[in-house]
């Protein structure tokens, strides 16, 4: 598995938690993660993360 496809699920797996803990709502906020100097990954706006 390359490495970007473990930082995706990574995401997946830490707004999980984030929800179910309560700490947000499914459409709250959005998740980010640096990549490189100038590469991001985040979650899409107004979906469940």
Known sequence: MNNM???K?????IGR???DKGFAAA???NI???VSDNEVL???T???K
Do not use: A, L
């Open 5 to 7: 496809h473990r930082i």
């Open 9 to 13: 699920q990574d995401i997946c797996d």
């Open 17 to 19: 938690r984030i929800y």
């Open 27 to 29: 459409n709250d906020g």
């Open 32 to 34: 980010t993660v640096r």
């Open 42 to 44: 985040c979650t899409p």
């Open 46 to 48: 107004m979906h469940s």
